[in-house]
């Protein structure tokens, strides 16, 4: 059964930085692709980032380029998400999502398994 948990999310200032973390179980970590999506309220779900079995290629939506960094700790399950420069805009609920394969994708329906979400507000 796989088992992914997000924390870290909180309240934020708009101008700081955060740290998200999603603890996965049930497979071989490693095998697979790894992604952050979001949903703020009223919106659909929307790509964020998303890293490859290995942390070689990563993708940023455009809204969070160059202020997000995902990645990956393999020996430890677990995948991150460095939140930089956050605007009220990146304020929803964040998802941590594991791919079907090992390849980094941008689509949701590339995703097998999602974690329950950990909930970003920020402050202006």
């Known amino acids: 059964q796989v088992q992914l948990v997000e924390s870290g999310g909180g309240l934020v200032q708009a101008g700081g930085s955060l740290r998200l973390s999603c603890a996965a179980s049930?497979?071989?970590?490693?095998?697979?692709?790894m992604g952050w999506f979001r949903q703020a309220p009223g919106k659909e779900r929307e790509f964020v980032a998303a890293?490859?079995?290995?942390?070689?290629?990563?993708f940023y939506a455009d809204s969070v380029k160059g202020r997000f960094t995902i990645s990956r700790d393999n020996a430890k399950s677990t995948l991150y998400l460095q939140m930089n420069a956050v605007k009220p805009e990146d304020m929803a609920v964040y998802y941590c999502?594991?791919?079907?394969?090992?390849?980094?994708?941008?689509?949701?329906?590339?995703?097998?398994?999602w974690g329950q979400g950990t909930q970003v507000t920020v402050s202006s």
């Open positions: 999502a594991q791919g079907r394969t090992s390849l980094a994708d941008t689509r949701a329906r590339e995703y097998a398994y």
């Open positions: 890293i490859s079995w290995g942390g070689r290629n990563t």
């Open positions: 049930g497979r071989t970590f490693s095998n697979y692709a």
